[in-house]
């Protein structure tokens, strides 16, 4: 199974208002992949929108979150703080909003708005990569030494100015080569112009071309022809005043066009490795080899970096690695046994100190079981604290809160019985006591230690079978992207490259002009483009789309979701997208979770959902469109959505829905499964209830759709 | 087309324009579109935001005074331009300027003049139309109630006659201020931006019957609770306030309030848009109850074509105020033959998830579709009953392809 990107877990929020309390989402969970789509569907109200907006950090005021987990990375994005929220929103989790107009600037120029998060966000990811980097290299030597291997200190030390070497290098062959690409496209620009018009291009023009191709000269991009390059670009100046003054451009022509051939020819080249170039400054010979091809160099530096540094490293770097899981896996085994032993005491009716006194004890034990070289964050293990912390704290307060609840009831029932004897009648009413759940939160508490126990066994048995060559390997590769990341610098030329090309990947025509105009000057589905590109300046892995295309019609809206779904190939993201149209949905989503009332109701795959729905629900949303063949009445679904103040006690749906049970009404359905990959909490899937079928509409439209891919499949 | 169906054209639009702005800034919202609606049908008018759907809805019924062209409804001029006159009118100017230096003979200048003036006064009746349809309207209905209590006065006893007198007077009251357009009636988009948010559903739905002069209290108040039973409310919302109601409560009270007035016609701009799902459903039915019911002609305006070939006997597609396409909505779905037409087809999303991720959409660009001429192109009937706007080379490939089909 992919990696999982977001995991939210038993999610329950609800908001507080002057009527009471409207629980919006009632204990939700789902797993979002790396690189797939999870589309939430649901009436206006269900609560998908709180959801998202709860994975951005951006609830309303008098939204509390009574319980769940919302974990991302080694974080609980339920539980950080704002400052380190800057640090996720928008530059991990980004978010395409319903209304473009709304969610744009119209006082700042287009081009302002995207660079702005560039620029701020390239600082705080500096400085943190460089204090991860120290951090990781501290442990390599630590369990290096531990590992029984001499000299630790040098290797790091070693491997570190090979690293810091590497990020110089990278970061100067993306730069030549950006502006080999540049110089290129500028170059194809004047040329056009020249040809095309009698009059001279503006200095300014020339001056920016002469500078992207001076820039492109290095050792990586143009190199053989470096000279040559170097010499059109200054020449270009005095041709263009000799060309203005004589009117013959030929010369001028001659020399764009000589920048623009070396410039392809350089972009057309291999990419280096500049990791083993790395390995071969710093260790071999430090100077730039001489090698006929880019193939030959990389060759040949591998040759050398191998022999001279990098093989050593790696089975050093490995006997660290493995030092460092079996350090982890002895102590999440301690921590297994202790949380174990502690776990009855928050069983029962714990008091408060005895609770407290545990957490204590298990906190710093469960802080050890924490691999300081891992890549993937282990995020129940990091978040851990925080969670019994949480936990602890609610089930406590609650007690106190139910405590003085039912006194304030007695209270006030007593006045009013009072007042009810004396024979009159009060303008106010009891108001009934708002008792907390405590078993459930106790339950909260027993869950979270449980969980981490059989996370932590799950985790032990999947070390057993660990390839150690590859872990290290992958453990290497993260510390070159750590540095990387630390070395690379944006200034404000560079930001306005990328926000052009940004603008050019999802679809704005001539976005050197665009840049600076003001969102008033766009269309409706430019306007939902240029969103789309600021939510992906930080290049985030998750993007969240809460009804992106509601507010455009079709042919808008089928090419923004063309362009979502191929951002979402070419950079890997992951989706969340939000919505009430099914049609949409069948287009973008892998998986599809169903909401109502507050409550997943359905959840599974596309196919699953689309082919073969199980929730009466679902069955009403899918009736309630016409298709293009559809010529019966239409199913509606009656009556609208519960008030969620008072929410009803069995399934909520059970009041709108023909094919209701009895138990509907009495108890909420738990989810069933159906397959690997599909699940829906509706009592119809219990092994006693009478066999429903869907509505009649629902089963010839799934007939058909089955009859049209079966015969697209021959 | 037999003489049968015409006479049951309800609505005639011909070569309707609306043009905003003047001189080098002219926006052509609607440019010469034609198309008639018949009696208890429902036309659908689609085509992507900004083509001018609304505008030609909003010039149907004189929210906008048009720049050229006609609308007759029910038989009567109700809309009338006057721009087509006039260029006319400039156009024979010059032709007349001309003769007269090149020396044309006094024949040719005299029919020049002719048309002129013929011009002339067709502005005067177009002018005469747009402002007083209303009054002739107005004058016809009291005529007809003249003549309908004479009869039954003469019959009638002397003590019904005191009776018959009084209704007689109420009769004409509300005649003098009836208005023919009051039977088009339109259902905005918005249900929120289009209640007063400070006006009760009962003074809401009354309030156009309040307008034409309706004083009896009773009548006013069974006509509510009549509407209110119709589009699927209770009595007791009579009381409410809009905020209270949920969407598709909201645009099933806009419905109620133009279907009190008895309108021979509805326009409906984009109903549906602005509603979740499951409320969709609900206020298709219900339009589509209401015309079962009363017999209601529709001009439909939408964007979601599932919905508007689930719901419209015909449809019109228009692209930057041009009608390009028209034909019965299976006919246009099955054999679309412009080529904006296609695309747009090819962009609608279906709740099918294996056919949905191998769509192809197909995209419209004006510039390479169409080969370049200088023609104009023109609507016109490829076979009977579907027409598209097409250049004279256009329309025989397009008469192949549906013989071939």
Redesign the interface.
Known sequence: MAETKISVKNLRISFRTQNGKVQAVRDISFDLYKGETLAIVGESGSGKSVTSKAIMGISAGNAVVENGKILYGDKDLLKISEEEFHEIRGDKIAMVFQDPLSSLNPIMRIGQQLTEAMLLKNKTARRESRKDMKAMLAAMKQKMEAAGVVDAESYVSRFRDMEKCHAKLESEYTDALELAKEASARAENILERLANSKEMVPSGDMGGLAHAAKGSVSYFVVRDRAQEMKSAADSLSSLRKKAAKSGDNSQLMEAVQTIKEIADEAIALDVPNTFTLAGYMTFAENAIPKADSVKALNDLTRAKADEAFIKEFMEKAGLGVEQSIKETDANREAAIAALEKELPVFQGEPKKEDAEAAVKRLKPLVAKCINPLEVVKDSLTHTFGSSIDYAVEKYYSGIENNRKETARYARQKRKYDALAAKGKKPEWSVVPAGLVDVDNLRSDMEGTITELADHMKQQIADNKSIDVPTRTLEVVDFMKETEQRAAYRITKSVARERAIKLMESVGIDNPRRRYRQYPFEFSGGMRQRIVIAIALTANPDVLICDEPTTALDVTIQAQILELINKLKEERHLSVIFITHDLGVVANMADRIAVMYAGKIVEYGTAQDVFYSPAHPYTWALLSSVPDLDTKEKLESIPGTPPNMIYPPKGDAFADRNKYALEIDFEEQPPMFQISDTHYAATWLLHPYAPKVDPPKIVMERIAKMKAKGGNDNE | MSDEKKNDVLLKVENLSMYFGKGAMTKKAVDNVSFEVRKGEVFGLVG???CGKTTTGRTIIKLYDATSGNVYFDGKRIVAGTKSYYDEIKKQKKLRAELQKNGGSAQEIAACDEVITQMYEEIRKARYDHKHCDDDFRAEEKKRIQEKYKELLEKASPEEKSKLEKQKRRELRIASRSKLVTQIQMIYQDPVASLDPRMTVREIISEGLIIQGIRDKKYLQDQVYEMLDTVGLVHEHADRYPHEF???QRQRIGIARSVVMKPKLIIADEPISAL???????V??LL?ELRETMGMTILFIA?????V???SNRIGVMYFGNLVEMADSDEL?RHPLHPYTR??L??????????????V?IRYNPLLDHEKTDEVPELREVCPGHSVRCTKKEFEAYKKQVEEA
């Open positions: 992507e935001s900004g949920s969407g598709g979740d799902v499951s409320i969709r459903a609900q298709i039915n589509n964007h979601d074509l599932s919905v070939k689930y719901f779905f695309s747009l090819s962009a609608i999303p279906l709740p099918d998830p294996d056919t949905e991720k191998n769509r959409r």
